[in-house]
């Protein structure tokens, strides 16, 4: 799905934006780092993973703990998966950049390896743009 499908699908996402925030490989796309992801992979507050249960979506839990949803075939939601701040991008909030390089890091997957090689070549553009 590209920035656009992801951006329908969070514009009918019933769920408070103050709640949860786009992370990985989805967070790429929405900055522009990447031009497609598969799904879309979220991080909540435990208050809206507790919405979320009651709600009878399914989860299971991770290594540290906290609940992980999967609602429908495209959205996995993520309890207390945060490093760094939030931005806000098209009205959306999103890791930052550090954050996502962070949890990169985190999972330290070769295609993780990779998609940190793309946000610094993303980074790079951006600052030699600001140095002309």
């Keep these: 799905m590209n920035k656009q499908d992801i951006i329908s699908i969070l514009n009918d996402f019933s769920y408070s934006r103050s709640e949860y925030w786009v992370i990985t490989g989805s967070a790429m796309v929405l900055y522009g780092i990447r031009e497609q992801?598969?799904?879309?992979?979220?991080?909540?507050?435990s208050k809206m993973a507790d919405i979320l249960e009651s709600d009878g979506y399914p989860y299971s839990?991770?290594?540290?703990?906290?609940?992980?949803?999967?609602?429908?075939?495209?959205?996995?939601?993520?309890?207390?998966?945060?490093?760094?701040t939030i931005d806000i991008v098209d009205n959306i909030p999103v890791i930052s950049i550090k954050g996502l390089v962070l949890m990169k890091q985190e999972l330290g997957r070769d295609k993780d390896k990779k998609d940190i090689a793309l946000i610094k070549e993303y980074l790079g553009t951006k600052i030699e743009l600001v140095e002309i």
């Design 37 to 45: 992801t598969h799904d879309i992979d979220m991080g909540c507050t």
């Design 61 to 84: 839990l991770t290594e540290s703990g906290n609940r992980k949803f999967k609602i429908g075939e495209n959205i996995e939601v993520f309890e207390n998966w945060i490093k760094d």
